[in-house]
């Protein structure tokens, strides 16, 4: 809990400088990941203060970073004098950050989900939405991966697995974030047509996720469109291989299926490609692992 608690305190304090040392920012970053990622980490393990002192400090990288693209883009798009900017000078002191370093940050939110408190502590935050922005402002694969791995662990079966052992269940609440997230972010950016449609695979991902789980819709949101899917996963149950099949089958005609498909079919690098289709992969065995599609009677 020390060293946890330690290591958030190097970021922070390069964060509060007057001007902040990115060489010194990233090689914080990466020491923190290391040690959230570490199989000795006690960080499943920390005080409630110490798990709110890290999701601050990633917040505030992620939510004034995103804010300082923003303010750059618009000022070049619209002609601006000088970028819209707080009193405090926030966003250009943000704007210098290197992806590296947002990299590592997105990295680190990956690993808070995998205990029950932390995807409660990260979906009570602003991490989810400047996590669906990050698309519209990078162009860097390896923070467009993590940022999807991030999104997806949030409400799939690492956090609901890990909610399960802690004696809590965390999995709705990861789902509420990620779906409100990506329709802010949406809204914020509806017409930049790449963002649209991997937000949209991600967003349908987390909802017949949702169903298989027994959620209605109304809890979830009201733009929500998978549910009118031909296959209400909620109400299927198979005992033997036939109907294994028939679920397999019928799960190709679904609307996750056909979106991930499309993104798949977009002109992106081999190592992106692959990433979809892992998370394709994962998905097929997170809805396999729950009780409608249990072997089980």
Request: aromatic content about 8%; hydrophobic content about 40%; some cysteine.
């Amino acid at each position: 809990m020390h060293l946890t608690q330690a290591l958030i305190n190097v970021v922070s304090n390069v964060l509060h400088a007057d001007t902040i040392d990115t060489i010194q920012l990233i090689n914080a970053l990466v020491e923190l990941r290391r040690h959230l990622e570490s199989p000795h980490s006690s960080f499943m393990h920390v005080h409630p203060a110490t798990e709110t002192n890290i999701v601050e400090v990633i917040e505030r990288i992620l939510l004034c970073w995103v804010c300082a693209r923003a303010s750059q883009t618009d000022a070049q798009n619209y002609r601006f004098e000088k970028i819209v900017e707080t009193k405090d000078k926030r966003f250009d002191k943000y704007a210098g950050i290197p992806e590296q370093a947002i990299c590592e940050t997105v990295q680190c939110i990956s690993y808070l989900a995998t205990a029950s408190a932390g995807v409660a502590a990260v979906s009570q935050s602003s991490i989810a939405t400047s996590l669906a922005l990050l698309i519209a402002f990078t162009d860097n694969l390896n923070i467009i991966t993590y940022m999807l791995r991030a999104l997806t662990k949030l409400c799939t079966k690492h956090s609901v697995k890990r909610a399960k052992a802690d004696g809590r269940w965390e999995s709705k609440t990861g789902m509420h974030a990620v779906l409100h997230a990506l329709t802010c972010a949406q809204t914020a950016l509806r017409l930049r047509n790449r963002f649209d449609t991997i937000s949209n695979c991600l967003f349908l991902l987390v909802s017949e996720l949702a169903a298989s789980l027994h959620y209605k819709s109304s809890e979830l949101s009201s733009h929500n469109r998978s549910f009118e899917s031909p296959t209400p996963f909620a109400s299927k149950t198979h005992t033997g291989l036939e109907d294994r099949l028939r679920i397999r089958k019928e799960m190709l005609d679904t609307a996750l299926y056909l979106s991930i498909k499309l993104l798949e079919e977009l002109e992106h690098g081999s190592d992106l490609s692959y990433e979809i289709k892992r998370f394709r992969r994962s998905y097929i065995d997170d809805i396999e692992s729950y009780e409608p599609f249990s072997s089980k009677p």
